[in-house]
């Protein structure tokens, strides 16, 4: 990807744990890189379709000026996730925050925090079976394109499905979500948990009825075999509820463990279930 650097960017700032850091100040100093497409910028000649860096540097000094942190760590972490919210053509950003005055008493040239953050790409399945299915999937589309953490929602066509577990169990409307995020993959699971309950969501029967279910299905290249938070879903290539949606947002999407992209998934699965049925019409 494209970038923007800045390179010992000056700020005078209240910054540090000791009183007389936060009361008198000092100079820090920021690297930054903004990683971002200029192809568009670059062919028309438009400042509007680029990142103005000059904005940015006035940013971020606006920011560390008016704010006052005890640790570096801090103005570096809010620093950063307020400048990809403000700036929405940053896909990543790369930062360095300096400090040549720390109060160590020995001698040193700097020293400094780097931290790198930007929007990460996450699938969702979604589904109700019961109470107002398709306005508790609404709303819940809805909030989350409502959390600032959260950009470029889009939902797939929602379908109707057989229940999967219990088969005395009301038919599923079932979908996929894509997004970005600058939630971590347990943030934003607990966002997902927090709708969930604002629809009446109660976690008592595995596989039972439930208002609504959201399930993190891909989350980048991220692998988790956390017990809470399993991710890629574990489950996804024996669901065609799961598959048939989330093939329209990204048939050609790898999933990190297995290797096969979504459109395999579901053909497999398909061919496995054509398969089984086929016997079983033989045996009749």
């Not at 990807?1 to 800045?6: A, P, T, V």
């Not at 103005?75 to 996730?81: N, P």
């Not at 109470?131 to 709303?139: A, N, S, T, V, Y």
Request: charged fraction near 30%; include cysteine.
């Amino acid at each position: 990807m494209d970038q923007i650097k800045i390179d010992n960017l000056e700020v005078y700032a209240y910054h540090g744990v000791f009183p007389e850091e936060t009361k008198e100040g000092q100079i820090f100093q920021i690297d930054a890189v903004l990683y971002t497409d200029l192809r568009p910028a670059g062919e028309t000649d438009e400042l509007t379709l680029s990142t103005h860096y000059g904005e940015v540097c006035q940013f971020i000094n606006r920011f560390l000026r008016e704010k006052t942190y005890l640790l570096i760590e801090a103005a570096a972490e809010h620093l950063t996730q307020e400048l990809l919210l403000a700036f929405p053509r940053i896909e990543k950003l790369e930062l360095e925050l300096k400090k040549p005055h720390a109060p160590i008493g020995l001698p040193f040239e700097n020293v400094s925090v780097k931290i790198e953050r930007g929007w990460k790409r996450a699938y969702l399945g979604i589904g109700s079976n019961l109470g107002e299915r398709q306005k508790l999937i609404d709303q819940a589309v809805m909030k989350l394109k409502e959390n600032k953490m959260i950009k470029d929602v889009k939902c797939s066509k929602i379908i109707s499905t057989e229940p999967y577990g219990d088969t005395a169990l009301y038919e599923f409307l079932n979908g996929a979500i894509e997004l970005k995020t600058l939630l971590v993959p347990d943030k934003l699971l607990e966002f997902l948990h927090q709708i969930e309950a604002e629809a009446g969501r109660e976690r008592k029967i595995h596989w039972g009825p439930r208002t609504l279910d959201l399930d993190i299905l891909f989350y980048e290249d991220f692998i988790s075999n956390d017990p809470v938070l399993t991710i890629p879903h574990p489950d996804m290539e024996n669901r065609l509820f799961v598959l048939e949606p989330l093939d329209e947002l990204c048939p050609w999407y790898f999933n990190p463990v297995t290797g096969k992209n979504v459109r395999q998934m579901l053909r497999e699965l398909k061919e496995s279930k054509a398969s089984v049925h086929a016997e079983g019409d033989g045996k009749a």
